[in-house]
């Protein structure tokens, strides 16, 4: 339980390190607050009369007290340029976010894991070299740069997948449960929506994913290239293990442990990275919502993306780290 | 210090083990000074709009076509040159100097107050850095100078974290004990000793970092809160060429095949440091 504990109150440090920074953001760095959150049209006394309604002629500590009891009973208060409670455009904007990032981390492991555990197997061979290689170009790609190019080469001049958008015409009613278009329709059995939904991620998800495969190919291979050396795959090999029973079984299970949460960090990672990418290929979530909102100079609707992508990036790290700690066979020896 | 310094030739000279290394120098070299030199070397005005111009394909008057208002790409790509690296070794030499004070006033004072600096800095470090610096930018106001700002207030913890680490080790060291039996002052403590050793980790870092933080600021310029159109930033070059893509795909593709270039130069020579000085590399035989 100690561990458990300590994770949890590194986790609510944390929290209180994500307040702060979106405090000064909204509060401090973007000038007057009430002439912020009054907008640009907005005249002095509707300023002065905001001044007073958010604590703003209190001391800064009382006003980050208030702030933060705010945010936590999940009030960021209005976006003018939808004219809705930002918690509202939050709740919509997020879920189509959350699908691209799912799909993108599926891509990142599914490349990433058996890379990785190749390249540490044989390191040093050419194979390692140039995947090192690949890898090294990978982290220079710019995100952005190449999700234009595989957008207009793969869908504006070979038409094999969707330019834009999360559904095609035919399908721009429907609207799922959970705004999980993906797990709405394979719920309802809807097998024509999905397909279409799928084929409307692979772009996006692809272009989000490369940059972070290249870091995931990176951290898995050095997770695994030390199991390699140790006893027990000696002691596999000479009881004449197959090759492919030692790395999947014995060195996989061992490695994956480190490599697995730096995957969780990059969940949220991802998750910021959508600024980069959900507005190309026009697609609705967080960060086109982010985009735009800076387009309006809408302060106070971009901190709220900044605070829920911090927030999730510290949730996914903690269910990531409990269930790790779940999972260790060592607990269960007592030590 | 002196030493240090000279590692760097010496360094371009020994260290290189195949072509891909030896190219990614020769390239890294081309790129700095053409961002050094390429305002002289520029054609054409990067800013002159030229309406009857515009979407040229490539020719010998405008090497790498115009732009979607006649701007000669070659002309924006080589001031961009300048405005993208300078930016980035700015971000770079600023990060660096603060992240090592903060380090090292860290190290030397101890105790809680470098508890608190470094769980601070852990936190910081975990953040998404992209989402982080959008924030402040935004909330500067949305320019180079503002991406500039954000990028130092996202990025300090890295090298923070990394001069405490080098300089708490070198504090343990027996010769340490020594310095301090002879009463040699702090500051000459850390000039002899900490930076000298901390040299190798840092300038390891800080060139793999050399493509993180241009890939940032362009990134930022591309969403809108960075350098701002019609500035000739590689970022918003491509920002400002996306609805041309399709009948002028060269000016999307000029200027992010030259951040894709040089992170790649920066990223090969990073890797090459890092297996040369790092003794912990595994690959250094």
């Given at each position: 339980m100690n561990y458990v504990a300590q994770r949890m109150a590194f986790s609510i440090l944390s929290l209180l390190v994500l307040l702060f920074i979106t405090f000064m953001l909204s509060h401090?760095?973007?000038?007057d607050p009430a002439a912020v959150a009054a907008g640009p049209s907005a005249g002095m006394a509707k300023i002065e009369l905001l001044r007073r309604e958010m604590g703003l002629d209190k001391p800064v500590l009382i006003q980050f007290a208030i702030y933060c009891g705010h945010v936590l009973s999940g009030d960021f208060g209005m976006s003018w340029f939808t004219r809705q409670p930002i918690a509202e455009d939050l709740m919509r904007e997020l879920p189509p976010s959350l699908e691209l990032v799912f799909v993108a981390m599926l891509i990142n492991l599914a490349i990433s894991m058996p890379l990785g555990l190749l390249t540490a197997r044989y390191a040093g061979s050419r194979f390692d070299d140039i995947v090192r290689l690949l890898v090294i170009a990978g982290a220079g790609l710019p995100v952005f740069w190449i999700a234009i190019l595989l957008q207009q080469i793969v869908a504006g001049d070979w038409h094999l997948l969707p330019m834009t958008g999360r559904l095609s015409f035919a399908n721009r009613d429907y609207a799922g449960s959970t705004g999980f278009y993906l797990f709405d329709s394979l719920a309802s059995g809807n097998f024509a929506v999905f397909g279409d939904a799928l084929a409307h991620l692979v772009l996006p998800a692809f272009s989000l994913s490369l940059l972070f495969t290249a870091v995931g190919v990176r951290i898995t291979r050095t997770a695994m290239i030390g199991e390699f050396r140790k006893d027990y795959v000696v002691l596999a090999r000479a009881k004449g293990a197959s090759e492919g029973r030692i790395m999947l079984r014995h060195v996989f299970s061992n490695g994956a442990t480190p490599a697995l949460t730096v995957f969780g960090m990059q969940f949220g990672w991802m998750l910021g990275t959508t600024v980069l990418v959900e507005e190309i290929f026009g697609r609705p979530g967080v960060g086109r919502y982010a985009v735009k909102a800076v387009s309006q100079s809408d302060i106070h609707a971009v901190v709220a993306v900044v605070f829920v992508v911090g927030l999730v990036f510290l949730l996914a790290n903690l269910v990531v780290d409990l269930l790790l700690y779940l999972i260790n066979p060592r607990r269960r020896t007592g030590n | 210090m002196l030493q240090a310094v000279l590692a760097v030739p010496r360094a371009a000279l020994s260290f290189p083990r195949n072509g891909v290394e030896k190219a990614a120098i020769v390239i890294a070299i081309l790129i700095v000074l053409l961002a050094v030199l390429g305002v002289w070397l520029a054609p054409f005005d990067p800013l002159k709009i030229n309406f009857r111009g515009k979407l040229e394909p490539p020719s010998f008057t405008h090497l790498l076509g115009t732009d979607?208002?006649?701007?000669d790409v070659l002309s924006r790509l080589l001031y961009g040159a300048q405005l993208t690296l300078a930016s980035t070794f700015l971000v770079l030499a600023v990060i660096v100097a603060v992240g090592c004070a903060i380090g090292i006033f860290s190290a030397f004072i101890g105790g809680v107050v470098d508890n608190l600096l470094m769980r601070l800095a852990d936190i910081w470090l975990g953040f998404p850095p992209l989402i982080l610096a959008f924030g402040f930018a935004a909330a500067l106001g949305a320019s180079l100078q503002a991406a500039i700002w954000a990028l130092f207030f996202s990025w300090w913890p890295t090298y923070a974290r990394l001069t405490r680490m080098v300089t708490v080790d070198i504090l343990s060291q027996k010769f340490m004990a020594s310095a301090d039996a002879l009463g040699v002052p702090v500051h000459r403590k850390i000039l002899n000793y900490v930076i000298p050793n901390a040299f190798d980790v840092l300038i390891v870092q800080a060139t793999l970092d050399v493509s993180a933080v241009m890939l940032a600021i362009s990134g930022l310029s591309f969403i809108g809160v960075g350098a701002q159109i019609p500035t000739p930033e590689w970022g918003a070059m491509i920002a400002d060429g996306r609805s041309y893509v399709a009948n002028g795909w060269w000016i999307v593709l000029a200027p992010g095949l030259a951040i894709f270039l040089t992170a790649l130069a920066f990223n090969v020579i990073g890797d090459m440091l890092r297996r040369e000085l790092d003794p912990t590399s595994s690959r250094r035989q």
């Open positions: 401090v760095m973007a000038g | 979607g208002s006649g701007r």
